[in-house]
């Protein structure tokens, strides 16, 4: 059984700093990539940071660019995002996903195979 588990969500102020960790079991993910997606309160899932497996690029969407950063430990299994600088907007449930077959970026929700549980972040005014 595959296994995707989130941690390191809570609550921050506004400028405030939090790192995000995805710790998968079950298999390795170390050539296929991986992603970061959150979902507020009456919006629609959406695509934070994807990196690839074997060829470890990456994809930031423009609302967080230059203020979060996906990086992957391969050898723990392990993705994780920090994020810098939150503001109030971010405020959402975050989701880790993992995908079973390619080896290039995907930021397509639809096209990942494993989902965590999501982890809540809360950024305060």
């Known amino acids: 059984q595959v296994h995707l588990a989130e941690s390191g969500g809570r609550l921050v102020q506004a400028g405030g700093s939090l790192r995000l960790s995805c710790a998968a079991s079950?298999?390795?993910?170390?050539?296929?990539?991986m992603g970061w997606f959150r979902q507020a309160p009456g919006k629609e899932r959406e695509i934070v940071a994807a990196?690839?497996?074997?060829?470890?690029?990456?994809y930031y969407s423009k609302s967080v660019k230059g203020r979060f950063t996906i990086s992957r430990d391969n050898a723990k299994n392990t993705v994780y995002l920090q994020m810098n600088s939150l503001k109030p907007e971010d405020t959402a449930v975050y989701y880790c996903?993992?995908?079973?077959?390619?080896?290039?970026?995907?930021?397509?929700?639809?096209?990942?195979?494993?989902w965590g549980q999501g982890t809540q972040v809360t950024v305060s005014s």
């Open positions: 996903a993992a995908q079973g077959t390619d080896d290039v970026i995907v930021i397509d929700a639809s096209l990942y195979d494993y």
């Open positions: 990196v690839s497996g074997s060829n470890n690029d990456t």
């Open positions: 079950g298999r390795t993910f170390s050539s296929h990539p």
